[in-house]
Structure formats: C-alpha cells, structure tokens
C-alpha cells in the first residue's frame, strides 16, 4: 500500500510539520482542524458556534476532497478546552451527520493551537 497525501486550498493550510489528511489503503487519516477560515486566514470563532461550525466545514472540506463524506467517518476526536463546552459544540457536530454517527471520544484539554476552544480530527474508511 502506498501512503497518499491529500491537500485541498478550500481548508486551512497547516500550520506545522503535517498535512491536512494522510490516506492509506482504504483509511484516511484527518489532522485535527481548528477554526481558520481558508479563505481569511484569520479565525472564525465570534461564538463557539461559528467556531465550531468552521471546524466541521473544514473536513468536510478534506473529506470532499479525498472523495468522502462525513458519512464515512469511522472515528473522531473532540478535543475542548472546558468540558462545560461540550453540549453546544455537541449540537453543532452532531448536525452534520445522518444516519449512523461514528464512535467518538471528547478529551479537554489546558490549550489548543492559537488558544481556539475546540479541535476536531477525523478517521474514515472509504
């Protein structure tokens, strides 16, 4: 099996030594997304909605562009800096799924990268 490298120009350039997605043999691994708007540069995060919603758009982003959708999310990871932010972002992630939902942790943590309140990574089978 070969390792394939997917980048799409319509989710956030990383911002370190990784890329946005790795997939191998019929998995497709999703680095964790915060909320860069692609388009800005800048961070979308005026509510934890709005951020929380850029999260999603931007692997959806990925996933489109590996040929996926979120219907082929086996497994994600929240990562929050307060738990007590749990239900809000819940009600967001959880619109952009039907159907069956993939199995999940949600982890809090003291920082994420630029002091953003939540950050999400995704496997995904094809």
């Known amino acids: 099996m070969t390792k394939i490298i997917i980048r799409t120009d ?31 540069g800048q961070l979308n995060n005026a509510t934890l909605a709005d951020e929380t919603h850029q999260v999603m758009k931007n692997l959806k982003a990925i996933l489109e562009a590996a040929g996926r959708d979120f219907s082929h999310v086996l497994k994600t990871t929240i990562f929050l800096t307060d738990m007590h932010q749990f239900g ?14 993939p199995a999940r942790e949600t982890v809090q943590v003291s920082a994420l990268p630029k002091f953003v309140n939540v950050e999400i990574s995704m496997i995904a089978g094809k």
């Not at 946005?20 to 043999?25: N, T």
């Not at 009600?91 to 939902?101: I, L, N």
């Open 10 to 40: 319509l989710a956030p350039a990383p911002i370190g030594p990784y890329n946005q997605a790795v997939g191998y043999g019929d998995l497709l691994y999703i680095s964790g997304q915060i909320c860069i708007d692609p388009a800005t």
């Open 88 to 101: 809000a972002v819940n009600e967001v992630y959880g619109s952009y799924f039907t159907g069956e939902y």
